[in-house]
Every structure is written in C-alpha cells, then in structure tokens.
C-alpha cells in the first residue's frame, strides 16, 4: 500500500512537472518523445563548445547564435574548462534510430548534448533548442528523441497570381526552417503571368505578357538565390513549371498551344534553358490539372524529356495522364485512404488550400488534421504539402498574409506533419468541449500565442485565442424563406425556458460548409429557410470598449465572392446584439461590389479591417447572433454559401 501512494505521488509529481515545462517551453512542433526532469542548467556564466568542428560549423554558428541572442558566451572548446558544455555530433550509428531529420537532446547537470546522424538533425534540433526560453539563463532538464513521422513536410507559395519580392519569400522560407519544414513548392507560371527569366525568350516576361504585376519576375539570379537560400536551411527548392493548363502566358507570347507540335518543340527549348541554369535542382513539378487534354501524347512525351534532363517529376491528381513513377499531389475530393495495392507514391495537400479557410478555422482544421488518413508516412504516402493560393488579385503582396492565416498555418502544420496522427475525416470546427483532443488543442493554441507574441510582433499573424469562447445553438426556427423574419428570442435571448439545442467552442462556429458532401458543420442535418441563434456571456472587468473580430460568410481568396451591401453584415441577414445593442456592421469601402477576380478585397474579412469597437458594461455582457438562411446553395460559382459567424475578442 505504501508502495502504491509513493507510485501514484511520483506519477502526480512527474505529471505536474510535464504540464508545467510544456506550458513555460511553449515548442512547435511538439517533440515526438520528451521527458522533463528535475532540475535546470545554469549557463549564467557561459557554455563550453565540447568536440570537434570539422564538418559541423554551420550548425556550431547557429548554436553561437542561440546562444548569444539570449545573453550567453559560448567559449571554443579548450577554454573555460570548469563551465558547462555543449556537445554537437553526427554518428552514422544512429541511422536507423532516427533517420535523416531525427536527433537526441538531451539537457542535464553537465550541459548539452545533441547527437544526430546527419547535419540536418543537429539543425533541427537546434531549431528546438531556439525555443526554450533562457529565463534566467537557465535551461531546464530535459531529454528528447524527436524523429519527424512524415520525410517530406512543404509549403506551396503561388507568385504566377501574385508576385512577391524576394524579402518576403526569404522571410518564409526563415520561417518554414524554423518550425521544420523541408520543402518550398514554388509555382511561379500562370496563365497571368511565366515569371522566371529566359535568356532565349526574354518577351515571355514582357510586362505587356502579363495580366498581372506586369513586369514582376525572378531573373536567373533572384531564382538561384532562392535555391541557395533554402539550400542552406536544408529545405528542398521544388519549382512548378505548370504543363499543359494554366498556361494562357505561354500561348499569348507564342501564339498557340503548348499541346500542339510547336508547344511542345517551345516547351522543351524552356525546359532544356531550365536544366542548363540550375543544375542544382533534382525534382521538377510538372502540373497537369484543370486543362482538357487535346493531345494524349504531350504529358507522357514531356514527363520522359524531363526525366533525361534529370529531374524527378511530380504533377496534380487529378490532372492529366501522368506517368507512373510521377509522384502525385492529391488536391480534390475527400477524406479517404490510399488505395493499398497501388505502387505510386503521393503527397497530400487535399484539404490543405488555406485561400479557402477562415483565418480561426484554418488553425484548428489543419491542428486536426490527418493527411490521407494516415497517422504516419506509409510506403505510398511521403508527407503533405500546405498551400497558399490567392487567386483573386490583392492590392499589395502583404495583404495575402492578413487575408488568408498564413503564418499561423505554417506553424500548425509544421506541428501536424511532424507528429503525425491527427483526426480522421476533416474538421471544420473545434471537438466537443469534453473531450481529450479539445484540451489537445488548447494547449496548442496556448504554445501558439506563446510564438506570436515571442516571434512574430512585427509579423502579420491573424490569430486570436478563441477556444475559450463556448456558444449556445438554439434552433432551428422556420422562417419560411423570409431570412428577415424575427422570433420571440430576440426579445428575451436569455430566457431560463429556451431549449439549448448544441454546445460549440471557438471564435468561429461553421454551421454549413461550402464543401457539405465532406466537411461537416456543426449542424447535422441544416435545412433551407431555416434560422438558427447563438448566444453567450463575456465577462468584462470593467466598464469600457473592447475591440472584437466580428464577421460572416469569411470570403475565399480563389472566388469571384460580392461585397457585402451596405448597412448588412451578409446577403443572408445575419445580426449582432450585445447586451440587446444592435451592433451595426462596418461602413463597407466597396458595397455591393460585384466580385471579380481582379478586384482586391479591401475590408471584407475580419481579418484585414479595423475590429468592431462595442463597448461592454461591468459584470456579464449578453451576445446574440442571429445566422438565418434560406437556400443551401450559394447564388452562383463565385459566392457559394458558406454558413458561419466569428465572433471573439480582439486584444
């Protein structure tokens, strides 16, 4: 009996210790295996580099880094031999242990030790060691065996629609490195624009050939910088030259198609420029969807001219008639499994366009998310591939980064494809409240809000806590087709006899997604003419305003969606009232425009205007929102229903 209480004290001590380090070291990606231990390192008086140099300078130059950002010397090995050392290795022992991109690292009384098989672990796991927060100049113990549980983990940036300077690029690719992504798909042509520099066809970046940033491109120099750049970040540079759709560039500046006899001599002329000026590069992505194939014969012969070139392909399923060994991106169609008797290899990125998600459900779909419904990489599933894809034009290329949640996706993903699992089938909104995984994502949205406020201050960064946020779902009523139509409680929201009829958590609830057939909403089984309400309570320490994140309906980056109307929130009447204030919707800059993919979204979403200012009384504030529909289908191709609200503070 003894035995047992002094068993169950040390699993409640040990326990505490885990919950306390992994709330102070808020880490992303969260290690695959940790143990805190008891204790910390003092590095107050500097650390000792331990070993040899050969082969690891790098690696040491950025560890001197770490070091000396948080205040610490880091002395050359032979000197201050009473301090504490840091010790980095590569041991070819340890392949089948960790792979390629796994390390141990280990902290202890007498330092640092890391240990990999190759320099991209020990670079990975200095990225982890980035994180720790040096409070006092001390580290606490720990011991970590952290193996990525899928090889390949990337970031599709799309500047054949909207150029971006190289800064901006580099800026990513410092952050993909960071949080241990190891793949940049760079899709540069378009039917806007081919924006790569060529020697042999210098009209094709004419700006006159460009429907968009005309005149923006990457001269050969920019690009091999570009590879350089995540060369050394040890981030594979995987370029797209779009073959045969999305191709419009091409044929203004040549006059007719890639599949015809002269498209195909012209594209391997390209092709051929391509291999000469990078040699570096081993894999090229091919393209091939969204076109109607007129010539069965262009993927096939293209595929092998880019294999003698030396390139490895990938293309799009679906797409056109790829190749077998060509690696296929999956990008439609839902949540399901490989088929296990084919011998291809994939990648995911189904569900995994953030230009479609709101900025809030962008984080909690893709914390949640399980790529090809694997939990870890399979012979046929290498990994996944997030992608930004603002097809509509934006005013300025920063606008991308507040429009769609571009950096907090990263970080979540980053996440995701490190440790695997996830939920099956795809989420939309957060789990019920109690259960594990909800707390699973209440701690991430906690390590979350611990790197903006560390490493993105100056950042674009459209992300809030929300999880705290818990709705009450009344409904439905039936309004007949009249979305206008007013219920008895609008008069008394808070009524003790009004059925409750679902709980949700989060700052924005999706009762109907546009893809209904494979994402589910937090309402089973909606019906047209229908309205539902949603309610709950903010506690406000004093009286006085509070900005808040309100909206609905939160407009795709990849459709031609309207501007709402003026003096409406939406086209399908959905209201706001606090504390039985109507809080009025914001004063549109261009109402009622009809969308077009040319013109940029300018205060449309929550995320790139001003917050709603509401000013809140002492005590409990009241919140009601109304979210009345009538059709389930949206007016036309260009602004599909989406069925939603956001409501949550903004600080």
């Given at each position: 009996?003894?035995?047992?209480?002094?068993?169950?004290?040390?699993?409640?001590?040990?326990?505490?210790?885990?919950?306390?380090?992994?709330?102070?070291?808020?880490?992303?990606?969260?290690?695959?295996?940790?143990?805190?231990?008891?204790?910390?390192?003092?590095?107050?008086?500097?650390?000792?580099?331990?070993?040899?140099?050969?082969?690891?300078?790098?690696?040491?130059?950025?560890?001197?880094?770490?070091?000396?950002?948080?205040?610490?010397?880091?002395?050359?090995?032979?000197?201050?031999?009473?301090?504490?050392?840091?010790?980095?290795?590569?041991?070819?022992?340890?392949?089948?242990?960790?792979?390629?991109?796994?390390?141990?690292?280990?902290?202890?009384?007498?330092?640092?030790?890391?240990?990999?098989?190759?320099?991209?672990?020990?670079?990975?796991?200095?990225?982890?060691?980035?994180?720790?927060?040096?409070?006092?100049?001390?580290?606490?113990?720990?011991?970590?065996?952290?193996?990525?549980?899928?090889?390949?983990?990337?970031?599709?940036?799309?500047?054949?629609?909207?150029?971006?300077?190289?800064?901006?690029?580099?800026?990513?690719?410092?952050?993909?490195?960071?949080?241990?992504?190891?793949?940049?798909?760079?899709?540069?042509?378009?039917d806007i624009a081919w924006r790569l520099e060529s020697k042999k066809f210098p009209g094709l970046i004419d700006a006159s050939n460009m429907t968009r940033w005309p005149g923006k491109y990457y001269s050969i120099a920019e690009?091999?910088?570009?590879?350089?750049?995540?060369?050394?970040?040890?981030?594979?540079?995987?370029?797209?030259?779009?073959?045969?759709?999305?191709?419009?560039?091409?044929?203004?500046?040549?006059?007719?198609?890639?599949?015809?006899?002269?498209?195909?001599?012209?594209?391997?002329?390209?092709?051929?420029?391509?291999?000469?000026?990078?040699?570096?590069?081993?894999?090229?992505?091919?393209?091939?969807?969204?076109?109607?194939?007129?010539?069965?014969?262009?993927?096939?012969?293209?595929?092998?001219?880019?294999?003698?070139?030396?390139?490895?392909?990938?293309?799009?399923?679906?797409?056109?008639?790829?190749?077998?060994?060509?690696?296929?991106?999956?990008?439609?169609?839902?949540?399901?499994?490989?088929?296990?008797?084919?011998?291809?290899?994939?990648?995911?990125?189904?569900?995994?366009?953030?230009?479609?998600?709101?900025?809030?459900?962008?984080?909690?779909?893709?914390?949640?998310?399980?790529?090809?419904?694997?939990?870890?990489?399979?012979?046929?599933?290498?990994?996944?591939?997030?992608?930004?894809?603002?097809?509509?034009?934006?005013?300025?290329?920063?606008?991308?980064?507040?429009?769609?949640?571009?950096?907090?996706?990263?970080?979540?993903?980053?996440?995701?494809?490190?440790?695997?699992?996830?939920?099956?089938?795809?989420?939309?909104?957060?789990?019920?409240?109690?259960?594990?995984?909800?707390?699973?994502?209440?701690?991430?949205?906690?390590?979350?809000?611990?790197?903006?406020?560390?490493?993105?201050?100056?950042?674009?960064?459209?992300?809030?806590?929300?999880?705290?946020?818990?709705?009450?779902?009344?409904?439905?009523?039936?309004?007949?087709?009249?979305?206008?139509?007013?219920?008895?409680?609008?008069?008394?929201?808070?009524?003790?006899?009004?059925?409750?009829?679902?709980?949700?958590?989060?700052?924005?609830?999706?009762?109907?997604?546009?893809?209904?057939?494979?994402?589910?909403?937090?309402?089973?089984?909606?019906?047209?003419?229908?309205?539902?309400?949603?309610?709950?309570?903010?506690?406000?320490?004093?009286?006085?305003?509070?900005?808040?994140?309100?909206?609905?309906?939160?407009?795709?980056?990849?459709?031609?969606?309207?501007?709402?109307?003026?003096?409406?929130?939406?086209?399908?009447?959905?209201?706001?009232?606090?504390?039985?204030?109507?809080?009025?919707?914001?004063?549109?800059?261009?109402?009622?425009?009809?969308?077009?993919?040319?013109?940029?979204?300018?205060?449309?979403?929550?995320?790139?205007?001003?917050?709603?200012?509401?000013?809140?009384?002492?005590?409990?504030?009241?919140?009601?929102?109304?979210?009345?529909?009538?059709?389930?289908?949206?007016?036309?191709?260009?602004?599909?229903?989406?069925?939603?609200?956001?409501?949550?503070?903004?600080?």
């Open positions: 009996m003894i035995r047992l209480v002094f068993v169950l004290v040390l699993f409640l001590c040990n326990n505490s210790l885990y919950a306390q380090n992994k709330a102070s070291e808020a880490l992303i990606p969260y290690p695959t295996e940790i143990s805190w231990n008891t204790g910390q390192l003092n590095v107050a008086d500097g650390i000792r580099f331990e070993g040899s140099k050969k082969g690891i300078e790098k690696e040491l130059a950025i560890a001197k880094t770490i070091f000396t950002t948080n205040g610490v010397n880091l002395y050359s090995n032979g000197k201050k031999q009473k301090l504490h050392s840091i010790s980095l290795k590569v041991d070819q022992k340890l392949k089948d242990d960790l792979g390629d991109e796994g390390y141990f690292l280990d902290i202890n009384s007498k330092g640092i030790a890391i240990r990999a098989f190759s320099n991209k672990g020990l670079f990975y796991a200095l990225q982890t060691l980035r994180q720790f927060k040096f409070e006092n100049k001390t580290l606490p113990f720990v011991s970590i065996k952290d193996v990525p549980q899928f090889s390949l983990r990337g970031f599709l940036v799309d500047v054949g629609r909207n150029y971006q300077p190289l800064d901006m690029l580099k800026e990513q690719i410092d952050i993909m490195s960071k949080y241990k992504l190891n793949l940049l798909h760079f899709h540069f042509t378009e690009f091999k910088e570009l590879i350089r750049y995540c060369q050394e970040r040890h981030i594979q540079f995987l370029p797209e030259i779009d073959m045969p759709g999305h191709s419009a560039a091409f044929e203004r500046y040549f006059g007719y198609s890639m599949q015809s006899e002269q498209g195909i001599a012209r594209v391997k002329e390209l092709l051929v420029e391509f291999a000469d000026h990078f040699p570096e590069i081993a894999e090229l992505h091919i393209g091939g969807d969204e076109v109607k194939i007129t010539n069965k014969q262009f993927m096939p012969e293209i595929t092998k001219f880019v294999e003698q070139l030396g390139f490895r392909t990938y293309g799009w399923e679906p797409g056109s008639n790829l190749e077998e060994q060509t690696i296929r991106q999956l990008w439609m169609g839902g949540a399901q499994k490989l088929d296990p008797k084919s011998n291809r290899q994939y990648v995911d990125s189904k569900h995994l366009y953030i230009n479609h998600m709101d900025p809030l459900e962008t984080v909690s779909t893709l914390f949640f998310r399980r790529f090809a419904e694997e939990a870890k990489e399979t012979d046929q599933l290498r990994g996944a591939i997030l992608c930004s894809w603002p097809d509509r034009a934006v005013a300025k290329p920063e606008d991308m980064f507040l429009q769609s949640a571009i950096y907090p996706s990263i970080l979540t993903f980053g996440e995701r494809s490190w440790q695997g699992n996830g939920e099956l089938g795809w989420k939309a909104n957060l789990p019920d409240e109690n259960m594990p995984t909800f707390r699973q994502f209440q701690d991430f949205e906690q390590r979350l809000l611990t790197h903006k406020a560390l490493y993105f201050k100056d950042k674009p960064f459209p992300f809030v806590a929300n999880s705290h946020m818990r709705w009450e779902l009344i409904g439905p009523f039936d309004n007949a087709g009249e979305t206008a139509r007013t219920f008895p409680i609008e008069a008394n929201p808070f009524a003790s006899d009004i059925p409750v009829n679902k709980i949700a958590r989060g700052g924005t609830i999706i009762l109907r997604h546009w893809w209904a057939d494979v994402l589910q909403g937090t309402i089973e089984n909606p019906k047209q003419n229908s309205t539902w309400y949603a309610r709950t309570k903010i506690w406000s320490d004093e009286e006085g305003i509070k900005n808040f994140w309100i909206g609905f309906n939160n407009l795709s980056r990849s459709y031609a969606s309207d501007s709402p109307s003026l003096g409406t929130w939406d086209d399908l009447g959905s209201q706001v009232w606090v504390n039985k204030q109507v809080i009025p919707p914001p004063h549109w800059k261009q109402a009622g425009q009809k969308g077009a993919m040319e013109t940029p979204l300018i205060d449309e979403g929550y995320s790139f205007r001003e917050p709603t200012a509401i000013t809140l009384k002492k005590g409990w504030n009241e919140v009601l929102i109304k979210l009345p529909v009538s059709k389930l289908s949206g007016k036309d191709w260009g602004n599909p229903l989406k069925w939603m609200f956001t409501f949550v503070p903004y600080p």
